[in-house]
C-alpha cells in the first residue's frame, strides 16, 4: 500500500523524534534498527526508504537532538545564564538523557563517528557555543567566545561525568562543583 507523501513526511519525523531520543538514552550502538523502527511505530521494511543507512539516520537525529534542545532552551521563561547553568547542571537533566542536551550524551558516539556526524556535531557546539558568548562578560568578542568555550566544556564534561559514575555522592558533587565555579552558578 502506498502512502502519501505527507504520511512519509509524518512517519520520518517520527523515525527521527524517536531516534533522536533513543540514541541520547542508549547510544548510537545501544538501539539496533528494528526497535528503533518499533518505537516509531513502524517497520523496519520502511526504513531505507527514508534513510541511506544507520550512518545517515544518526546524523539527522544529532542534528534533531541539538534542534530539539535549542527549542527548549527558547521556551524557558528565564533564559539567563545562572538559570541555564541551574537547569543544565541539575540531578533532572542528568537523569533524563533522552530529553537532555545532546552535547552530552552523544560526544563518545560522534568522536568515533563518521565524517557525516562529526561534522553535524561540531556544528551543534558551534551554535551553543554562539548562544552562550551572548551572555558572557568578558568585554571583547575573543574573550566572550574563550568564556563560552570554557563553560561548555566545563558544562558537558560535569554532565557526562556525574552520568558516568556509579555514586549519587560523587555525581551530585561534579554538578555542584562545577555549578558553582562557572559564571553566575553560584
Known amino acids: 500500500m502506498k502512502v502519501s507523501r505527507a504520511q512519509a513526511e509524518a512517519n520520518r519525523e517520527r523515525i527521527l523524534d524517536s531516534a533522536a531520543q533513543l540514541f541520547r538514552e542508549r ?7 528494528n526497535e528503533l523502527m518499533q518505537a516509531a511505530g513502524l517497520t523496519r521494511g520502511g526504513f531505507y526508504g527514508h534513510f541511506e543507512s544507520k550512518d545517515d539516520l544518526a546524523a539527522q537525529a ?4 541539538m534542534r530539539d534542545g535549542r527549542e527548549q532552551w527558547k521556551r524557558q521563561p528565564d533564559r539567563s545564564l545562572a538559570a541555564w ?7 533532572t537533566h542528568r537523569d533524563r538523557p533522552g530529553a537532555g542536551c ?11 563517528g563518521g565524517p557525516a556526524l562529526r561534522e553535524v556535531f561540531g556544528e551543534g557546539v558551534g ?13 571583547t ?10 563553560m561548555l566544556s566545563t558544562m558537558v564534561g560535569a554532565l ?20 558553582k565555579n562557572l559564571p553566575a552558578g553560584g
Open 27 to 33: 547510544g548510537f550502538d545501544g538501539i539496533g534498527l
Open 62 to 65: 544529532c542534528r534533531r537532538a
Open 85 to 91: 547553568v541551574k537547569a543544565y547542571l541539575s540531578e
Open 102 to 112: 545532546g552535547l552530552a550524551a552523544l560526544a563518545g558516539d560522534a568522536a568515533r
Open 127 to 139: 551554535n551553543l557555543v554562539a548562544v552562550l558568548q551572548e551572555q558572557m562578560p568578558a568585554a
Open 141 to 150: 568578542p575573543p574573550e566572550r567566545r574563550e568564556q563560552a568555550l570554557a
Open 160 to 179: 557526562v561525568l556525574a552520568r558516568a559514575v556509579g555514586d549519587g555522592g560523587l555525581s551530585r558533587e561534579l554538578l555542584d562543583a562545577a555549578r
